[in-house]
């Protein structure tokens, strides 16, 4: 018995077993190999497909499934595709083309700027890819791709988008003090400066207050700086600066007196000076200074009626008591029943308000020697010192005669006859002190 067709047999039997093997092969060194081995054999190599099976038809239904125009049908299994979904076996002893299941692959994704991804498995079938930023960035889109049959990822890359505001700390001021005999206090902080989570880059730095080193006033500041980066994200920081003021307790004018503080009245190392008006005089400090401990230097100031001593001996000894104080308008009448003098006290005595506000004072002298008597509203004057009084003033007895005196002992108007209280008021309000005492007096609000 011939053997040659059992041994074809033989190794036909055994390439069957191939239809769903596990290697991986083309038509390349293996038919080569088949067709030198069996040359002149119309069979091509037997198909092996890992990764998937094999389906072949003969064209006249031989037992044989690899002869000359066998056609066979590749099927990859899920995630591997066939280069070609059916092969022939030629006359030249190969199959028409490669038969080979390969695993599905997808594009090779992008980088994404400012970030990147971690794939389980490449760009191969069913790999899944997670995306990532770097620190400063948050994702936009799909945080995750999986490569599908199709060769198409799931998702697109996402985008790294600078969402997160830099970081700023403001400066810890705290109160501050004033100086002596200020208001404000000069407040120094180190400007902060702002931290970008991204790329670290800011682009604008903004201060909504007054600068370092700035004199601030009294009370609260609210201030804030704003910081910028390059995706417009901002980030504001606040904080507030107390400028506080050490004051002393209020004072207050004496009664029939002025004050005049520098500064603002009351605060560590102001001044406060005090004046009398005309006819009282200063007793206690003349000025007092807030000092550090908040109290005030010296003594309580009051202001006391004028003790007008009519005592004196000479005339020069009763004016100097009037001196920088009071103002003098000195009447004489030869009697007490002349027109002229009735007029003029019937048109005074109404208007006393106003003489006081002008720190006017009035001495009458009535009479003729011996005789004459001399008064300061209720105290009389002696008459030797009333008729030294006309002497030194050269005032006429036999005639009613007025004398204005200033303040500083000037003879300022002599007045041979009666005048309105008017007219003598505007006579002494063209005075220079007397100006500047109608100021002092709008401020402490005395008027008739």
């Known amino acids: 018995m011939d053997m040659w067709p059992l041994v074809l047999l033989f190794v036909q039997l055994c390439f069957c077993s191939g239809y769903e093997g596990s290697g991986q092969y083309g038509y390349g060194d293996d038919e080569d190999w088949y067709s030198r081995r069996y040359k002149g054999t119309p069979w091509c190599a037997p198909i092996k497909v890992k990764h998937g099976d094999v389906s072949c038809r003969t064209p006249r239904g031989e037992h044989y499934r690899n002869v000359m125009g066998t056609r066979c049908k590749i099927r990859c299994k899920q995630g591997y595709e066939a280069q070609s979904s059916e092969v022939v076996c030629m006359a030249n002893k190969h199959w028409s083309s490669n038969y080979a299941c390969t695993e599905i692959r997808c594009p090779k994704l992008n980088m994404p700027v400012n970030g990147g991804y971690k794939c389980s498995d490449g760009s191969y079938f069913n790999s899944r890819c997670e995306f990532f930023c770097s620190p400063g960035y948050s994702l936009k889109g799909q945080k995750t791709a999986t490569c599908q049959h199709s060769k ?31 208001l404000t206090a000069k407040v120094t902080w180190d400007t902060p400066e702002g931290i970008d989570t991204a790329d670290g880059i800011l682009t604008d730095v903004m201060l909504k207050g007054k600068p370092s080193k700035s004199d601030f006033p009294e009370g609260l500041h609210k201030m804030s700086y704003t910081v910028f980066d390059r995706a417009e994200n901002k980030a504001t920081c ?12 209020p004072l207050f004018a004496p009664d029939n007196g002025y004050m005049k503080c520098d500064s603002d009245k009351d605060n560590y190392g102001a001044t406060c000076q005090f004046t009398c008006t005309g006819g009282y005089e200063l007793q206690g400090s003349a000025a007092r200074v807030c000092q550090h401990g908040l109290t005030w230097s010296g003594a309580d100031t009051t202001c006391a009626p004028m003790n007008i001593n009519v005592g004196v001996r000479t005339a020069a000894a009763l004016l100097d008591q009037f001196y920088e104080k009071r103002r003098l308008l000195i009447i004489s009448a030869p009697t007490a029943a002349n027109h002229n003098y009735r007029f003029q006290m019937t048109n005074l ?10 720190h006017v004072t009035v001495i009458e002298i009535v009479g003729t020697h011996p005789a004459q008597i001399g008064r300061i509203r209720h105290r009389l004057l002696p008459p030797g010192l009333a008729l030294q009084l006309r002497l030194l003033l050269q005032i006429t007895q036999r005639s009613f005669q007025m004398v204005l005196i200033d303040k500083q002992g000037v003879d300022k108007q002599r007045y041979p006859f009666p005048v309105t209280a008017a007219e003598l008021f505007t006579t002494i309000d063209t005075f220079p002190l007397r100006k500047d005492e109608m100021v002092l007096q709008q401020e402490a609000g005395q008027t008739c």
Do not use: H, M, Y
């Not at 606040?238 to 307790?249: D, G, K, M, Q, T």
């Not at 005595?349 to 002008?358: I, K, N, S, V």
């Open 152 to 182: 198409v990822w799931s998702a697109g890359v996402p985008t790294c988008v600078d969402i997160d505001p830099p970081k700023i700390k403001c400066p810890n001021v705290k109160e501050k003090w004033a100086e002596p005999g200020k």
């Open 349 to 358: 005595q109404p208007a006393q308000c106003g003489l006081d506000l002008r």
């Open 238 to 249: 606040r904080f507030n600066i107390r400028v506080r003021v050490r004051r002393c307790s």
